[in-house]
């Protein structure tokens, strides 16, 4: 274990864990689906960092290279971040109705909004 | 490694940071570092991708959605202790669990030995296509790039739905 072998293990941790405290602690809508984005592209970090060969170079097969870092990361994470693209889209799809129905996007004024109306019933 | 540093930088700006559309902005900017680091870590593909659905689209998605919402988060009500100290603790355990991990561009790590070094040799004569990214991503899981359209598909026809009932109920 040797600090700049663990560093981007620890960055990547580092933007998981402020991409999950925004999911958890804030309570607009928008600033939690932007925590859910930085929580996806740590991930992309997290499989693609190992697969980098220190004199590497990217996958492209040619007769001048021999070291080649790994393309399967590469491939999974391609299919991540359009996936992630479209969470995001339903998303805001889904924040947008909620504004309109409850004229807000904060966590906790929607709950109120709730409980005043249960109260009624 | 500098790259690294300031992602985390901006990261913190993010979560600090109030005003929507500056967070969103900064959001911008973090996916354009991100897609610099891919590519200094050799993921060329990802990393365009990245510059163009991470900065690009997901920047317009979000200033759309600002436009049609409200522009500033309030302040919240309690202290956020408990999040906090939930995120501390698997913070922790995530990095005692690296300890155990091989270093940055170790070769003789699991991922350098096992499958990756079948598809660099055999894949150029298998399929014919020099990029082993296009060769895996296309030919051998063709399959999972039919799910990942299927997922994107659904998405879409999913904000539709979402977004056409409201144009409707206006003009009741």
């Known amino acids: 274990m040797s600090f700049p072998g663990h560093y981007t293990y620890w960055v990547t941790i580092f933007l998981m864990i402020a991409g999950l405290y925004i999911v958890i602690a804030r309570g607009n809508l928008v600033k939690k689906l932007i925590g859910l984005g930085i929580f996806q592209t740590s991930v992309y970090l997290l499989y693609i960092a190992p697969g980098k060969l220190i004199g590497g170079t990217a996958p492209i097969l040619a007769a001048s290279f021999h070291t080649y870092s790994n393309p399967l990361p590469h491939v999974l994470i391609l299919t991540a971040i359009v996936v992630g693209v479209a969470t995001l889209a339903l998303g805001l799809a889904i924040v947008v109705r909620i504004r309109e129905a409850y004229d807000t996007i904060e966590e906790d004024e929607i709950l109120e909004k709730d409980r005043a109306e249960e109260a009624e019933e | ?172």
């Not at chain 2, 870590?41 to 690009?56: C, F, I, N, P, Y």
């Not at chain 2, 906090?84 to 913070?91: H, P």
């Not at chain 2, 270093?103 to 790590?109: E, G, L, T, V």
């Open chain 2, 1 to 172: 490694m500098t790259l690294l540093t300031m992602m985390a930088l901006i990261t913190v700006a993010i979560v600090v940071q109030r005003n929507l559309f500056a967070v969103v902005v900064f959001g911008s900017i973090y996916s354009f570092l991100m897609a610099t680091a891919l590519v200094a870590l050799d993921a060329v593909d990802v990393a365009m991708t990245e510059a163009s659905v991470g900065a690009g689209m997901s920047t317009v998605l979000l200033l759309g959605a600002l436009h049609l919402t409200r522009g500033d988060e309030v302040k919240p009500l309690r202290r956020p202790l408990l999040p906090l100290f939930v995120s501390i603790v698997i913070g922790a355990a995530l990095v005692y669990g690296t300890f155990g991990l091989p270093a940055f561009s170790d070769p003789q790590a699991a991922i350098h030995t096992h499958v990756a070094p079948r598809y660099l040799l055999d894949s150029l004569r298998e399929t014919g296509v020099p990029n082993v990214v296009t060769s895996v991503l296309a030919s051998y899981r063709g399959y999972d790039t039919l799910g990942e359209t299927t997922v994107v598909f659904t998405a879409g026809a999913g904000v539709i739905a979402l977004l056409r009932r409201r144009r409707s109920e206006k003009k009741k």
